[in-house]
């Protein structure tokens, strides 16, 4: 979780009520879910040109960083 969270859970436990902490709580959730929708929409609609390569370049990547490791290790700069 954020420090966001973490900060409204604290000013929410500092309420000393529990229907006043779970009315911050709404009004943080609230105030998040369209960013959060925003962001995933976002990052969809820019990563769909290039969906058809991310398996490969996953795959090349964890070869090049399997290759790195070996290197490092057998040089002993672990």
């Known amino acids: 979780p954020c420090g966001w969270l973490y900060a409204f859970v604290a000013a929410a436990a500092g309420t000393a ?3 006043a902490g779970a ?3 709404l009004c943080f959730w609230a105030g998040t879910v369209p960013a959060m ?3 995933g929409v976002g990052v969809r609609a820019l990563a769909w040109p290039v969906r058809r390569y991310a398996p490969a370049a996953a795959a090349v990547a964890m070869i090049a960083m ?3 490791t070996v290197t490092a290790r057998l040089h002993g700069l672990h």
């Open 66 to 68: 399997g290759l790195l």
């Open 17 to 19: 009520s529990p229907l």
């Open 37 to 39: 929708v925003g962001v």
């Open 23 to 25: 009315g911050l709580m």
